[in-house]
């Protein structure tokens, strides 16, 4: 038994060229994975992070998170580049480092993805009833709060996740105009934010600066790391990009750049307008627009964090269905998760996904989730990371236009910072994320490494020898 066994890369870009709908830019690329970045991390995290861990150095929560997220996104560009897959980090991890790294990882991805699908439908039913509130509607507390709260489900949630899930089944070309609509407003609404939340900053509230200490720094930034994931969705899209090996690593630096940017930014103007000891709240932008009676800025907040949250589940759900797909494709999971509609749509993939979500965003408290996600995304990036030494180890000579600089210090400086960040996630964390592990690690074996593409080859091969 070699679980340690990897995929071909030159058998897989045989297959990729087969992909006959590329019709993904650069443009699209960007907006995709601000898209699935932007999202309940500048809308919620920072006010919760704030309160609760950094005060107003959270902003250097964020860059520190940023520049450990860029290391790792200069690792991404590379093996994008080489490796223009749907499988994402999966396929990554499966030609560099072996099957069982690969199926591990791919089935991180998705899980995390899910995590996050839920968490952010659930900041999005926040905002949703808050604005009904301010329109003078309101949604009964039953249909709007958990069954642990004294409510049936939080209906909004739902709602959003079938939103999302419908617009992504009816194909990319239609699925990315929606998309490029949501970014484009929600960015316009941050931009209103910041203009009108500029002058009504009160320096008095940055100090103290770091009241939490050098240690607070720390862990809200792996609290806020959690903003950050998603912006390997846009590796996922591989397949359906025109010039991956160019467009990928463009899209993929310039958009993490521009979401680091927006977080500093963000982070500081929220921090300056309100104390941030009265920033633990699930609607923080449009709390402190409203704080300094600028209800109109916060209404104009609310409705565009409707429209603009929809764009982070839109790019994990599109992800996580790509991903699933490709790992059926290679049989390591059944062959209906590669099943497509007539708009080349994984359906059982995107159906599976969401039903989940719906089950966790509707009915379960999700205040360790997040946490969750951060673990499991953590662990995807430290085995990213080291895609690329295994991928340099196994093909010295290939294709991919883009190079990681200072190889092979940026990988290590990635693993290594993906390994600092995990000390300062909780025991208990990686308590429910070991049991997941030894899950994925156990499926693997009683079915995954039995039905594996690889397996039959080698089967076939010996018949042939025979």
Partial sequence: MNIFRAQNLNSLLERTKESKKRILGVWDLILMSIGAVIGTGVMVLTGVVAAKDAGPSVCISFIGAGITCMLVVLCYAELASSVPSAGGSYSFAYISLGEIFGYIVGLCVVIGYILCIATVASGWSAYFTELLNLMGLHIPDLFTKLPSEGGITDVPAILSVLAVTFVLSRGTSESKKVNDIMVIVKLLVILVFIIVGAFFINTENWHPFMPY??????????????????????????????????????????????????????????????????????????????????????????????????????????????????????????????????????????????????????????????????????????????????????????????????????????????????????????????????????????????????????????????
């Avoid at 969750?372 to 340099?392: D, K, M, P, T």
């Avoid at 308590?431 to 997941?436: C, D, N, R, V």
Wanted: glycine share 6%; hydrophobic share 55%; charged share 10%.
């Fill in 213 to 466: 200490g050098v240690n607070g720094v720390w862990v809200g930034t792996a609290s806020v790391f959690f903003a950050y994931t998603g912006f390997d969705a846009t590796a996922s899209a591989a397949e359906e990009v025109k010039n991956p090996e160019k467009a990928l690593p463009i899209g993929l630096i310039v958009s993490l750049a521009v979401c680091t940017i927006i977080y500093v930014i963000v982070s500081l103007v929220l921090t300056g307008m309100v104390h941030y000891l009265n920033l633990n709240v699930g609607d923080a932008l449009s709390y402190a627009l409203n704080t300094v009676h600028m209800t109109w800025a916060g209404s104009v907040v609310s409705v565009g964090a409707i429209v603009g949250i929809l764009a982070v589940m839109f790019a994990n759900q599109y992800a996580g269905s790509r991903v699933l797909n490709t790992m059926s494709r290679d049989k390591l999971i059944p062959k209906i998760f590669s099943k497509k509609n007539k708009k080349s749509v994984p359906m059982f993939s995107l159906s599976g996904i969401a039903i989940i979500a719906v089950l966790l965003a509707g009915f379960i408290d999700l205040s360790s989730l997040a946490n969750i996600a951060n673990a499991c995304f953590l662990i995807i990036y430290l085995l990213v990371s080291l895609s690329v030494i295994g991928l340099r180890l196994r093909y010295p000579i290939n294709k991919g236009k883009f190079k990681t600089p200072f190889f092979p210090l940026i990988p290590i400086l990635a693993s290594a910072s993906c390994i600092f960040l995990m000390v300062y996630i909780s025991g208990i964390i990686w308590m429910y994320f070991s049991i997941i592990l030894i899950l994925i690690v156990v499926s693997y074996f009683l079915y995954g490494y039995k039905n594996s593409l690889l397996t039959e080859e080698v089967k076939e091969l010996n018949e042939n020898l025979n």
